[in-house]
């Protein structure tokens, strides 16, 4: 069974950084689209970055500039460094990935369970 595991929430001042993983484990075939989506309390889950197969990459304007996607695909891990953090990022961080596993063969989105992020003022 294919499963989303992130890493590396905590709270931290404002100005300062965070750097979350994801781990993609099970038996998998390929991955395709991976990202980072956000839920702060009484808002809607956004998407807060996305980084393609290939590499290319797409950010919510709220973070361009202070947040850097990345993916090792030996790894299938995705990571999203957060800098000059703001208490407006306080939120759930949760990853997403587009993959295919061997055991079905089919295409699905899986995601994590989340991981807290605090921005202290």
């Known amino acids: 069974q294919v499963q989303l595991v992130e890493s590396g929430g905590g709270l931290v001042q404002a100005g300062g950084s965070l750097r979350l993983s994801c781990a993609a484990s099970?038996?998998?075939?390929?991955?395709?689209?991976m990202g980072w989506y956000r839920q702060a309390p009484g808002k809607q889950r956004e998407l807060v970055a996305d980084?393609?197969?290939?590499?290319?990459?797409n950010y919510a304007d709220s973070v361009k500039g202070r947040f850097t996607i990345s993916r090792d695909n030996a790894k299938n891990t995705v990571y999203l460094q957060m800098n000059s953090l703001k208490p407006e990022d306080t939120a759930v961080y949760y990853c997403?990935?587009?993959?295919?596993?061997?055991?079905?063969?089919?295409?699905?989105?899986?995601w994590g369970q989340g991981t807290q992020v605090t921005v202290s003022s």
């Open positions: 980084i393609t197969g290939f590499g290319s990459t």
């Open positions: 099970g038996i998998i075939f390929s991955i395709n689209d």
């Open positions: 997403t990935a587009e993959i295919i596993s061997e055991t079905t063969w089919r295409k699905n989105d899986y």
